[in-house]
């Protein structure tokens, strides 16, 4: 059974920083893409960050780029997201999803089995 578990999201003051975290099981890590999209009360779930399955390609948003910084740990099958001067605009919740290679980021992305997500909050 494919799974992915987001955690390390919670409140933070703008200008702070927090580390979210995608552990993942039931597929092969080394052969997928993984990639972080969130979804803001009443808006669309989009692509922010994507990194390749061998890990030498990171996509990201405009809106995040210089900000956030993703990577990936194979031994742990686990893939972060580090984000840095967080604004109030970052507050959503954040999810990770596996796919054969990366959307373009920062468009609206659809599709089932989403995991619960980790709630981001940013204060201004």
């Known amino acids: 059974e494919v799974k992915v578990v987001e955690s390390g999201g919670g409140l933070v003051q703008a200008g702070g920083s927090l580390r979210l975290s995608c552990e993942t099981s039931?597929?092969?890590?080394?052969?997928?893409?993984i990639g972080w999209y969130r979804q803001a009360p009443g808006k669309e779930r989009k692509g922010v960050s994507c990194?390749?399955?061998?890990?030498?390609?990171?996509y990201y948003a405009d809106s995040v780029k210089g900000r956030f910084t993703i990577s990936r740990d194979s031994v742990k099958k686990t893939v972060y997201l580090q984000m840095n001067s967080l604004k109030s605009e970052d507050t959503a919740v954040y999810y990770c999803?596996?796919?054969?290679?990366?959307?373009?980021?920062?468009?609206?992305?659809?599709?089932?089995?989403w995991g619960q997500g980790t709630q981001v909050t940013v204060s201004s």
């Open positions: 999803a596996k796919s054969s290679v990366c959307p373009k980021m920062g468009l609206p992305i659809t599709g089932d089995n």
């Open positions: 039931g597929f092969t890590f080394n052969d997928y893409a």
């Open positions: 990194i390749s399955a061998s890990g030498s390609g990171t």
